[in-house]
């Protein structure tokens, strides 16, 4: 089975500083590994995704996460936030053998708010 | 392309009652999924398919029930609905490459 701890239910930074959002991950098989980004009574998107090729990826509106073995880790950042970012953010994984073939597991999510 | 058309968006119910909640994608996926968002839960897995006739639980599938008579759709049944099951619910599509499509989602309120 795999699981996935976001760690800080709210972040708050100010627009124009690093945005940094933390994820680990458990999974008895190599991962796959999300970030989703959900706006206010919207649903989600997918920002970026891991599937075992180059572990730094590259994902929409300047995101990006490096994929982390030894650390069990996958942290999304952006160099410079911007008031849009704000948000709630999902980190999720999924593996694709055994028994869980394709099923996304989510984090608890993360808030980012973003000060003027 | 409509992508994963979740219906309807909004709907309160009473203590007991049953509804179907419906979900369609357009982009002949075999996997689909559905999902209940609680604050501070991040999504939890409802049930699943990997494909037309194929369903399995998730990790929280108490009171709900699902078929997939084809592709496209795959509803989800509340039983006799309770107020615990107040929640926004999604429904999620893939092809089997890793990444899942979300539905808009259904804001469903028990009262």
Same mark, same amino acid.
């Given at each position: 089975?795999q699981?996935?701890?976001?760690l800080?239910?709210? *972040?708050?930074?100010s627009?124009?500083a690093?945005?940094l959002?933390?994820?680990?991950?458990?999974s008895?098989? $190599? /991962?796959?590994?999300?970030?989703?980004?959900?706006y206010?009574n919207?649903?989600?998107?997918l920002? !970026?995704?891991?599937?075992?090729a180059?572990?730094l990826?590259?994902?929409?509106n300047?995101?990006?996460a490096?994929?982390?073995?030894s650390?069990t880790?996958? &942290?999304?950042?952006?160099?410079?936030?911007h008031?849009s970012d704000?948000?709630e953010?999902?980190?999720?994984?999924? *593996?694709?053998?055994g028994?869980?073939?394709g099923?996304?597991?989510?984090g608890q999510?993360t808030i980012?708010?973003v &000060? /003027? | 392309?409509?992508?994963?058309?979740?219906t309807?968006k909004?709907?309160?119910l009473k203590?007991?009652?049953?509804m179907?909640l419906?979900?369609?994608?357009?982009m002949?996926?075999?996997y689909m999924s559905?999902?209940?968002?609680? $604050?501070?839960?991040?999504?939890r897995?409802? &049930?699943?398919?990997?494909?037309?006739g194929i369903?399995?639980?998730g990790?929280? /599938?108490n009171?709900?029930?699902?078929?997939?008579?084809?592709?496209?759709?795959?509803?989800?049944r #509340? #039983?006799?609905?309770?107020p615990?099951?107040?929640s *926004?619910y999604?429904?999620?599509?893939?092809?089997g490459t890793?990444g899942?499509?979300?539905?808009?989602?259904t804001r !469903?309120t028990v009262v």
């Amino acid at each position: 089975a795999q699981s996935v701890t976001q760690l800080g239910s709210h *972040v708050s930074v100010s627009e124009g500083a690093l945005v940094l959002l933390r994820c680990n991950y458990s999974s008895s098989v $190599p /991962p796959y590994l999300f970030w989703y980004v959900q706006y206010p009574n919207q649903g989600l998107q997918l920002l !970026l995704k891991y599937t075992s090729a180059a572990t730094l990826v590259k994902g929409i509106n300047g995101f990006e996460a490096e994929f982390k073995k030894s650390e069990t880790s996958f &942290h999304l950042t952006k160099p410079s936030a911007h008031m849009s970012d704000a948000a709630e953010y999902f980190c999720a994984v999924s *593996v694709y053998g055994g028994t869980s073939y394709g099923k996304l597991t989510f984090g608890q999510g993360t808030i980012l708010t973003v &000060h /003027p | 392309n409509a992508g994963v058309t979740q219906t309807p968006k909004f709907q309160v119910l009473k203590t007991g009652q049953s509804m179907t909640l419906q979900c369609a994608q357009d982009m002949n996926h075999e996997y689909m999924s559905w999902y209940r968002q609680d $604050p501070g839960m991040g999504l939890r897995l409802i &049930h699943y398919s990997v494909g037309a006739g194929i369903t399995d639980q998730g990790e929280v /599938p108490n009171g709900y029930n699902v078929s997939r008579s084809t592709t496209e759709d795959f509803p989800l049944r #509340l #039983l006799s609905a309770a107020p615990s099951q107040t929640s *926004v619910y999604f429904c999620a599509s893939s092809s089997g490459t890793p990444g899942y499509t979300f539905g808009s989602g259904t804001r !469903l309120t028990v009262v």
